[in-house]
């Protein structure tokens, strides 16, 4: 790309992916290891039977339908009752996200974060042109929100757009409604929780708080992981409506084709045969972390479908050793620590047998 007249800022940049590779267990992208139901497929497919011919047409423009079905998920998962008014649907929350820094930041505007976190963040961030400014969050508190630190950086840097992530990507941990609402009372834009493992935690959602900030407040959400969902590329928003108008100034036409409707408003259908793969991880996760601190690792307390581990002298060395033996996890280059995702037992016991191997030679 030298020779390509490409923005100066994107020059030494990378693009996001983590790696695909062709090994026996893949724990890398915190997918959810479960296949959508035989209901979900029969019910997808005989639908889907319906559409095909009028496929020469634009979708539904809006996606009233499946947001409507959005709506009545999430009044039924937070006792918050809101309609399609307050759900805001895209391929995937990357593009949701992507949306609300393109109506909500730009030139001249900046974002504020908490790292390790999300690092899409940052990347959405400068493809927009907002300046993203970084806190580190307290590695010693369990990587949590420094709330001094978080004040602080707010007061100086004035974001038009905050991220919280909770439960965090890569570390797994929550921040509490408590810190959530000091952020959002300090903020002079709006904040954007972000909400994507949510499924995961038996906390409060922040959806809670909307009626209370509705200036303010997006709550982003996926079904790529509580719902089987990762290769349905659905993402969406909770919010008051104004926001919703908001991103509709910058959408793209017909952003989400008919087939990705249908799939998301299936999925949404037998959204408590899906959920149930949850209870699952979430036991699976619990008898990794047991393990892990049997073997002397660090873990960082986790309400998502993946583990943060480490202590590591050498942590592309540790990845690598994994790797070698079939096991891919991912190193999101916090010194000292890996991400496994949550898989099959099986696929479990795999990479728990490398991390004993490695306990060993310690």
């Known amino acids: 790309m030298a020779e ?8 030494q940049e990378k693009a996001y992916g983590a790696p695909q590779l062709n090994v026996d267990v893949r724990l ?3 997918e959810n290891p479960y296949s959508p139901s035989p209901a979900i497929i029969e019910d997808f497919l005989t639908q889907a039977r319906g559409i095909m011919g009028e496929l020469n047409r634009y979708p539904e423009r809006d996606a009233v ?7 009545d998920y999430i009044t039924r998962r937070t006792g918050v009752a809101v309609t399609e008014d307050n759900l805001w649907a895209a391929n995937g929350s990357n593009e949701v996200l992507q949306q609300l820094l393109q109506a909500f930041g730009g030139p001249g505007r900046c974002a504020l974060g908490f790292t390790p976190s999300y690092s899409m963040h940052p990347i959405l961030s400068a493809g927009t042109h907002t300046t993203f400014h970084a806190i580190e969050r307290d590695a010693a508190n369990g990587f949590a929100i420094d709330i001094d630190k978080a004040l602080a950086g707010i007061a100086e840097y004035q974001p038009d757009v905050i991220f919280v992530t909770t439960p965090n990507n890569p570390t797994g941990g929550t921040t509490s409604l408590a810190d959530i609402e000091t952020i959002l009372n300090a903020a002079p834009g709006i904040v954007i929780v972000d909400e ?10 922040a959806v809670t708080l909307i009626e209370q900030y509705p200036t303010k407040l997006v709550v982003s959400r996926t079904m790529s992981k509580a719902f089987d969902f990762a290769g349905g590329r659905l993402g969406y928003f909770v919010a008051a409506p104004a926001f919703v108008e908001a991103v509709l100034l910058v959408r793209l036409p017909y952003h989400l084709s008919s087939l990705s409707q249908l799939a998301a408003t299936v999925a949404l259908k037998h959204s408590d045969d899906t959920l149930s793969t949850v209870a699952k991880l979430a036991q699976e996760r619990d008898r990794v972390v047991a393990r892990l601190e049997q ?33 891919l996890i991912r190193d999101v280059g916090t010194p000292g620590y890996l991400r496994t995702t949550i ?3 099986e696929e479990n016991d795999a990479f728990l047998a490398v991390a004993e191997a490695l306990a060993a030679e310690r």
């Open 295 to 327: 073997l002397g690792y660090a873990v960082i307390e986790s309400k998502s479908n993946f583990v943060f581990f480490g202590h590591f002298a050498d942590t592309a060395a540790t990845w690598q050793r994994f790797l070698d033996d079939g096991v």
């Open 196 to 205: 994507a493992y949510a499924e995961f935690d038996d906390g409060p959602s």
């Open 4 to 11: 390509l007249p490409l923005r100066e800022e994107l020059r």
């Open 343 to 345: 898989g099959l037992p």
């Open 65 to 71: 339908e499946l947001r409507t079905a959005l709506a």
């Open 28 to 30: 890398n992208t915190n």
